[in-house]
Nanobody
Framework: QVQLVESGGGLVQPGGSLRLSCAAS????????MGWYRQAPGKQRELVVT???????NIADSVKGRFTISTDNAKNTVYLQMNSLKPTDTAVYYC???????????????WGQGTQVTVSS
């Protein structure tokens, strides 16, 4: 019903930058919350940053000041600008959306496939 397509991952050196994108597609839905989580090997999936339709933002302390989320509402797309990357940022980054299904007036979570971000020299 809703698909999240991610792009932009890759290998960068410490201190470098990457920008991830995630586009939501489908029919008869509206977005409540959209953003990014990440998961490193052997660790729990953790919040990176999300933004709500009311423009409320949640961001992890570990990335605050380095990562920025932005939106293109016409394209149902969110971006994650990652600057000053550290080796500890290495993880699979998953796009996340909580959407409202208009037909049933119910909320559901959706996840992207994930994109690998590796920060290494």
């Amino acid at each position: 019903q809703v698909q999240l397509v991610e792009s932009g991952g890759g290998l960068v050196q410490p201190g470098g930058s990457l920008r991830l994108s995630c586009a939501a597609s489908g029919s008869l839905f509206s977005i409540n919350v959209m953003g990014w989580y990440r998961q490193a090997p052997g660790k729990q999936r953790e919040l990176v940053v999300t933004v709500s339709s009311g423009n409320n933002t949640n961001i992890a302390d570990s990335v605050k000041g380095r990562f920025t989320i932005s939106t293109d509402n016409a394209k149902n797309t969110v971006y994650l600008q990652m600057n000053s990357l550290k080796p500890t940022d290495t993880a699979v980054y998953y796009c996340y959306a909580n959407v409202r299904r208009l037909a049933t007036a119910t909320n559901f979570n959706y996840w992207g496939q994930g994109t690998q971000v590796t920060v290494s020299s």
